[in-house]
């Protein structure tokens, strides 16, 4: 079933302008999703596997392509969120000096001429406009079949990308199918705005989304899930502590949602991670009928070298000499050689020196390892270019540590005890040593957060959740593009709005301090 969700991929050409170039959200079709629909009520699951392909893939026709105009190789939105999550923080750094990419991976330099933040921004306002095409027909459609979880999908879909709009740049414009094809210039929506859109659109779609819709579709846990996540990080988002709603619904997913750990923590991160019961949702990758730069291609293949590293003991075809983690994570796990947290073993030593003393330099630091292209139950020498693991968004060990940090801030519902018993579960599985309650300090959790979930996505946030991310008290290898680390501006909690969108939209104003 995950090949032929995969397939279904490639039926559609729903080809849109980016946003920055003009607010016009009319698709650029032969047939219209009306002439689609009616010619075949049934190529709606063909059209929702779109939906969800644009958060991997970069477009219809293999890697080569894209749905957008930006260069096919760096712009998917999965390699977006890599880039912007983790190398602006302190696990990942990459080496190839890109234009750009530099003022990532040292958290320095950044304007709005960047193309990385070009490439985030466009992708989300590709992404809205796709969901709202389909959502303004599943509202007046009687005849088609599955249509109201469709219609929940793609309403979940569209929170999602809005959801990192918020996170990233704390701003943009509300375009929903209320105003679709308008050609005026959309009034700037603020941070605040678009966060109880978001809040409002979930809280009406997830009760009555299915508790199961299939591996990679989103269901009513996933939605729970984004809903935990928006609270969680409210505080920054709106000024307001929402932890006591975040319980509510991690509670769903952690209790209710029937997942479980996996036995082994390379379950999540290997070719045939579909048979994880720990994935909540994930990004689908496949190395023949979903080929892209953008997946977790970019993860495995970013990590490798064929210098030093046997690359078919990974699964993969191709090593780039990318990406190399600092020891602000290696280093929590202290003296890799004697720790027994399994997670410890998850770096490639071999070759490479502790310190960065040059990010650019390929054995300054060492390779995360983490993710791979081969099959964990059955493996095989098999070798591919593109990778078939899928990207774990959410899973539920970030459930158990987000639930954790909620009870060690108080949040009502959250009993301490469970937390501990949760973040021990966790560890359990990785082999390090059990805490107590009074071990349970934020400052232990967003330290664990870093040694469960680093390289997926969630680094930058984590950090300015915990007051970390800016300034000086605390620094990482290149931050503010000094070796030892050095302070960096408030401003730096939110990303410019690429000048292209100001340029296209009047009604935008940059961010504070660009």
């Not at 701003?171 to 859109?197: C, I």
């Not at 003991?313 to 600092?326: I, K, L, N, S, V």
Request: negative net charge.
């Amino acid at each position: 079933m995950r090949k032929i969700f995969l397939t279904l991929i490639g039926l559609l050409t729903l080809t849109m302008v980016s946003c920055t170039d003009d607010l016009d959200t009319e698709p650029k079709v032969e047939l219209t999703l009306e002439q689609i629909l009616e010619d075949d009520p049934n190529a709606i699951e063909g059209i929702v596997s779109r939906l969800y392909a644009s958060f991997a893939l970069s477009g219809p026709n293999g890697p080569g392509s894209s749905d957008i105009s930006d260069d096919p190789g760096e712009s998917p939105f999965l390699r977006g969120i890599i880039n912007l999550q983790d190398f602006t923080a302190d696990g990942m750094k990459n080496r190839w000096g890109d234009d750009g990419l530099d003022q990532l991976t040292t958290t320095s330099d950044w304007d709005a001429n960047n193309k990385f933040f070009r490439y985030l921004y466009n992708r989300a306002y590709y992404t809205i406009p796709q969901c709202n095409n389909l959502i303004s027909i599943l509202n007046t459609s009687t005849d088609i079949p599955d249509a109201a979880e469709a219609l929940s999908e793609a309403r979940f879909l569209r929170s999602l990308a809005y959801f990192y709009l918020i996170d990233t740049f704390g701003k943009g414009v509300l375009a929903t199918e209320e105003n679709l094809g308008q050609t005026d210039p959309l009034p700037e929506a603020t941070r605040r705005q678009l966060f109880d859109y978001v809040e409002s659109e979930l809280l009406e779609i997830q009760p009555t989304m299915a508790p199961n819709n299939g591996y990679g579709r989103a269901n009513k846990f996933t939605a729970a899930m984004l809903l935990a996540k928006l609270y969680m990080n409210a505080e920054v988002y709106i000024g307001e502590s929402r932890y006591d709603a975040a319980v509510t619904y991690l509670n769903q997913v952690i209790d209710e949602g029937g997942y479980r750990l996996a036995d082994n923590f390379l379950e999540n991160f290997s070719g045939d991670n579909d048979r994880s019961p720990e994935i909540i949702f994930p990004l689908l990758a496949d190395a023949v009928n979903s080929q892209s730069f953008g997946n977790t291609t970019y993860i495995v293949n970013g990590n490798l070298s064929s210098d030093t590293m046997t690359l078919s003991d990974f699964g993969a075809a191709e090593g780039w000499q990318g990406h190399r983690a600092t020891e602000a994570w290696y280093g929590l796990f202290g003296d890799l050689s004697t720790s027994t947290d399994t997670r410890a073993e998850l770096f490639w030593t071999d070759g490479h020196n502790y310190t960065m003393t040059d990010y650019k330099e390929w054995t300054d630091g060492y390779p995360s390892i983490k993710f791979r292209n081969t099959d964990f139950f059955n493996p095989t020498n098999l070798t591919t270019s593109f990778s078939s693991t899928d990207f774990p968004l959410y899973r539920l060990a970030d459930a158990n540590l987000m639930y954790a940090e909620c009870a060690i801030r108080g949040a009502a519902g959250a009993d301490l005890s469970k937390a501990r018993d949760l973040v021990n579960d966790v560890r359990e599985r990785a082999n390090a040593s059990t805490i107590t309650i009074s071990e349970l300090t934020l400052d232990f959790i967003i330290d664990e957060r870093a040694r469960e979930l680093n390289l997926e996505g969630h680094r930058r946030t984590d950090l300015i959740r915990f007051g970390r991310f800016t300034g000086g008290s605390y620094v990482w290898p290149w931050k503010g593009n000094v070796q030892n680390g050095a302070s960096i501006p408030e401003y730096y909690n939110l990303f410019p709005i690429p000048e292209q969108a100001i340029s296209a939209n009047p009604n935008l104003e940059q961010n504070t301090g660009y």
